[in-house]
Protein backbone atom coordinates (compact mmCIF):
# COMPACT_ATOMS: atom_id res chain seq x y z
CA UNK A 1 0.00 0.00 0.00
CA UNK A 2 1.46 3.76 -1.06
CA UNK A 3 0.89 5.93 1.26
CA UNK A 4 2.07 9.60 0.68
CA UNK A 5 3.29 12.09 3.90
CA UNK A 6 3.21 15.78 3.28
CA UNK A 7 5.07 18.23 5.56
CA UNK A 8 6.67 21.75 5.29
CA UNK A 9 3.00 23.95 5.24
CA UNK A 10 2.82 26.80 7.56
CA UNK A 11 2.73 30.53 7.88
CA UNK A 12 4.90 33.04 6.04
CA UNK A 13 4.70 36.52 5.31
CA UNK A 14 3.76 37.07 1.15
CA UNK A 15 7.34 37.43 -0.62
CA UNK A 16 8.44 34.49 1.71
CA UNK A 17 9.33 30.93 0.97
CA UNK A 18 8.65 27.55 2.20
CA UNK A 19 9.65 23.71 1.11
CA UNK A 20 7.47 21.21 0.59
CA UNK A 21 7.77 17.52 1.04
CA UNK A 22 6.57 14.20 0.27
CA UNK A 23 7.71 11.39 1.58
CA UNK A 24 6.78 7.94 0.20
CA UNK A 25 6.81 4.63 1.79
CA UNK A 26 7.36 3.24 -1.52
CA UNK A 27 10.37 3.64 -4.30
CA UNK A 28 9.05 7.04 -5.98
CA UNK A 29 11.59 5.93 -9.38
CA UNK A 30 8.66 3.09 -9.55
CA UNK A 31 6.03 5.94 -10.03
CA UNK A 32 5.66 7.41 -13.51
CA UNK A 33 5.45 10.49 -12.18
CA UNK A 34 4.42 12.77 -8.75
CA UNK A 35 2.82 16.00 -8.87
CA UNK A 36 1.54 18.86 -6.22
CA UNK A 37 -1.84 19.93 -6.31
CA UNK A 38 -3.58 22.61 -4.32
CA UNK A 39 -7.40 23.59 -3.36
CA UNK A 40 -8.11 26.65 -1.53
CA UNK A 41 -11.49 27.34 0.31
CA UNK A 42 -14.60 27.00 -1.67
CA UNK A 43 -12.42 26.20 -4.86
CA UNK A 44 -11.25 22.77 -7.13
CA UNK A 45 -8.61 21.37 -6.25
CA UNK A 46 -5.92 22.38 -8.85
CA UNK A 47 -2.97 21.04 -10.66
CA UNK A 48 0.54 23.07 -9.58
CA UNK A 49 3.54 21.03 -11.02
CA UNK A 50 4.79 17.76 -12.31
CA UNK A 51 7.95 15.39 -12.08
CA UNK A 52 8.34 12.25 -14.41
CA UNK A 53 10.86 9.50 -13.39
CA UNK A 54 12.97 11.30 -15.64
CA UNK A 55 12.89 14.26 -13.95
CA UNK A 56 11.11 16.10 -17.07
CA UNK A 57 9.11 18.95 -15.16
CA UNK A 58 6.14 20.94 -16.17
CA UNK A 59 3.97 23.93 -13.98
CA UNK A 60 0.95 25.41 -13.82
CA UNK A 61 1.20 29.02 -15.09
CA UNK A 62 0.04 30.50 -12.41
CA UNK A 63 3.43 29.19 -10.10
CA UNK A 64 6.00 29.26 -13.27
CA UNK A 65 9.22 30.62 -12.44
CA UNK A 66 8.59 30.80 -8.22
CA UNK A 67 8.16 27.28 -7.37
CA UNK A 68 10.28 24.40 -8.58
CA UNK A 69 9.75 20.53 -7.96
CA UNK A 70 12.57 18.19 -7.54
CA UNK A 71 13.01 14.43 -5.78
CA UNK A 72 15.41 12.71 -4.24
CA UNK A 73 15.16 8.45 -5.07
CA UNK A 74 17.18 7.98 -2.22
CA UNK A 75 15.11 9.45 0.26
CA UNK A 76 11.87 8.65 -1.43
CA UNK A 77 10.50 12.18 -1.42
CA UNK A 78 9.32 14.74 -3.64
CA UNK A 79 9.76 18.22 -2.94
CA UNK A 80 8.09 21.93 -3.65
CA UNK A 81 10.25 24.57 -3.08
CA UNK A 82 7.85 27.94 -3.22
CA UNK A 83 9.30 31.11 -3.27
CA UNK A 84 7.66 34.95 -3.60
CA UNK A 85 5.26 33.26 -1.71
CA UNK A 86 1.85 35.34 -2.68
CA UNK A 87 -1.71 35.74 -0.38
CA UNK A 88 -3.23 33.96 -3.58
CA UNK A 89 -1.09 30.74 -2.60
CA UNK A 90 -3.16 30.03 0.40
CA UNK A 91 -4.41 26.61 0.24
CA UNK A 92 -3.57 22.55 0.90
CA UNK A 93 -1.28 21.32 -0.79
CA UNK A 94 -1.52 17.52 -1.97
CA UNK A 95 0.65 15.46 -3.20
CA UNK A 96 -0.38 12.85 -5.82
CA UNK A 97 1.47 9.78 -7.12
CA UNK A 98 1.04 8.02 -10.42
CA UNK A 99 1.86 4.04 -10.93
CA UNK A 100 0.41 3.20 -14.19
CA UNK A 101 -3.38 3.44 -13.62
CA UNK A 102 -3.60 4.27 -10.07
CA UNK A 103 -3.44 7.74 -8.37
CA UNK A 104 -2.24 8.20 -4.23
CA UNK A 105 -2.60 11.10 -2.43
CA UNK A 106 -1.69 12.24 0.49
CA UNK A 107 -3.37 14.01 3.20
CA UNK A 108 -2.29 17.46 2.80
CA UNK A 109 -0.68 20.28 4.41
CA UNK A 110 -1.71 23.87 4.76
CA UNK A 111 -0.05 26.62 3.77
CA UNK A 112 -0.79 30.07 4.56
CA UNK A 113 0.58 33.31 3.30
CA UNK A 114 -0.43 36.54 4.99
CA UNK A 115 1.02 39.57 6.35
Known amino acids: QVQLVESGGGLVQPGGSLRLSCAAS????????MAWYRQAPGEEREFIAI???????NYADSVKGRFTISRDNAKNTVYLQMNSLKPEDTAVYYC?????????WGQGTQVTVSA
Open 26 to 33: GTIFSFNT
Open 96 to 104: RAQEGGKYY
Open 51 to 57: ITSGSST
